[in-house]
Every structure is written in C-alpha cells, then in structure tokens.
C-alpha cells in the first residue's frame, strides 16, 4: 500500500530574529485528513511553526510545500487561495457586525475574489452560505448578535466559520481554546474533531492533556526543534517530553 502524498511538507525550515533562532531547522509531513498537533511548553517556537505554515512570515531557509508545490515565499492571501486557512489566537472579528454580516463577509471575499456567483442571483447564496457556515459551528442560533455580545467560546467559534468560508483543505489553529472556561473548550474540541473529518487540520496548542485525547499525531517542539513526534501513546510515554513538561499544566 502507498502512502498518500503529503498535504503540507515542512523542509529543513529554519526562522531567525536576529541572531535568534526560533526555528532552527525542522521537518515534517503532514498526510492529508488528519487532525495532528505541535505541542511543545513556553517559548518552544509553536506560534513561530505556525506563523510560517500560515504564510504570515517567510522562513529563513528551507522551504515549504502544499500538496507537491512548493508554496515558500507566497503572499499570505495567496495561501488562502490554494487552500491553507487559519484561525489564529487572538479572535478576527468585527465587533460591530452581526455573526451572521462576519461571515458573509468572509463569503464574499472568498466570492469576490474568484466571481463565482452572478451578482444579482449572488447576494441571496451568500446569505445561504454564511447562514450555513454559522450552523456547522453550532452558532445558528446566534446570527443576529453583534459579535461583541458574543461569549468568547462563540467568538472563537464565529472565527472558525469565517475562515471555513475560503472551503479550506488544511486549517490551522493556533491555540483554538486560548482563554475558554472548561465548557467551551469541549465544545471548541468536539467541533475541531469534526471538522477533521472533513479536512485535514493541524493545531498549535500550549496544552498536551487537551489534544491527547483527539489528535492522531502530535509532534513536540523544544527550542526550536522537534524533540518528538508520534501518536498520543507514544508522547505520553516519551521519557524527553515528560522531562521539557515537568512542573507545566
Ligand atoms: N518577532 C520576534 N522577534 C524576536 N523574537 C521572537 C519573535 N517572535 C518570537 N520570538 C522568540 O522566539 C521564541 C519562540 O517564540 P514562540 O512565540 O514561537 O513560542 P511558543 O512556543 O509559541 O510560546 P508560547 O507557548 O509562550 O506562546 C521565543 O523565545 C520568543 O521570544
């Protein structure tokens, strides 16, 4: 049997500040319809990994591939295009707009940019799809809202629509349950898992326990490198990770 091509290929990436190395020459394979995750504690260079898998920042050096093309160096809104959405820590969102205006803006843009309706017919299927976005992560309900009265979870959750609205083949999640009371971290983890059903995904996420139980794959970064990779059963038994984890939550 063959292994599927890789999604997204990581090549010898390195990414310097300076004189400071936050990444310093790491590789790794992603395969299609997975969820994996990059753990790893403070300051390990996760939000560095996922700022140049998201086309936020070049690397130094090395290079990067989506699904056999190497994508380095593309502008960020062309890694939307291809099909790399993100959604990151820090919620997106404007405060001022309904759930509903959030995502259809998210529609459009994705429209817009390809004029894949008509632009009268348009209007009324991009209501549809935004109507249909907010649904898949359990905020139909919740249209009307201005995003500001929003609960943070939700807002999270408003996040993940809009960047479901560029129909993403890989989706990137920067700590997606950064900030959530324990209820809305199940909810924000039982929507991440079915999503991956439908996509590949891959997380970056401070805290082990919470992707143990969902992720196929975890990869551990320590100082800029990958100290380990394998399933959450090998992790857990991994006598470095325990010791880079000790004494954190
Ligand atoms: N723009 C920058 N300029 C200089 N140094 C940076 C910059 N961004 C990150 N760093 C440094 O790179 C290292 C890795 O940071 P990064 O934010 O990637 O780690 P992290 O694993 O995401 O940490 P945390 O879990 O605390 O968010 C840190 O020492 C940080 O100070």
């Given at each position: 049997?063959t292994?599927?091509?890789?999604i997204?290929?990581v090549?010898g990436?390195?990414k310097?500040?300076?004189k400071?190395?936050?990444?310093n020459?790491?590789s790794?394979?992603f ?6 995750a990059i ?12 700022n140049?898998?998201s086309g ?11 699904k ?12 939307a ?8 820590q820090?919620?997106n969102?404007f405060k001022?707009?309904s759930?509903?205006?959030?995502v259809?803006v998210?529609?459009q843009?994705?429209?817009a ?5 008509k632009?009268r017919?348009g209007?009324?299927e991009?209501d549809?799809?935004a109507?249909?976005?907010l649904?898949?992560v ?7 809202r ?8 939700q807002?999270?959750?408003l ?7 560029a129909?993403p083949?890989l989706?990137?999640?920067?700590e ?12 924000m983890?039982d929507?991440i898992?079915?999503?991956a059903?439908?996509?590949s995904v ?18 551990v ?15 857990k038994?991994?006598a ?9 939550g």
């Amino acid at each position: 049997m063959t292994a599927a091509a890789p999604i997204l290929e990581v090549q010898g990436v390195s990414k310097r500040f300076g004189k400071f190395v936050a990444l310093n020459d790491v590789s790794a394979s992603f395969q299609p319809g997975k969820l994996s995750a990059i753990i790893g504690p403070n300051g390990a260079g996760k939000s560095t990994f996922f700022n140049v898998v998201s086309g936020a920042f070049p690397p130094s050096s090395g290079r990067l591939k989506f699904k056999g093309h190497d994508i380095t160096g593309l502008a960020q809104h062309e890694f939307a295009r291809i099909g790399i959405a993100k959604s990151f820590q820090i919620t997106n969102v404007f405060k001022q707009l309904s759930a509903h205006e959030n995502v259809r803006v998210a529609v459009q843009m994705r429209h817009a940019r390809y004029q894949l309706f008509k632009p009268r017919a348009g209007m009324a299927e991009v209501d549809d799809r935004a109507h249909a976005l907010l649904q898949r992560v359990g905020l139909a309900a919740h249209a009307r809202r201005p995003a500001a009265d929003l609960a943070h979870g939700q807002q999270r959750a408003l996040e993940v629509a809009m960047a479901l609205a560029a129909e993403p083949e890989l989706l990137l999640m920067d700590e997606p349950t950064a900030g959530m009371s324990p209820e809305e971290t199940v909810v924000m983890m039982d929507l991440i898992t079915a999503l991956a059903a439908e996509r590949s995904v891959i997380l970056v996420e401070h805290k082990m326990k919470l992707v143990m139980g969902i992720c196929e794959r975890l990869l551990v970064l320590h100082h800029g490198e990958f100290l380990a990779e394998g399933t959450p059963a090998d992790i857990k038994a991994n006598a470095d990770v325990r010791r880079v984890y000790l004494g954190q939550g």
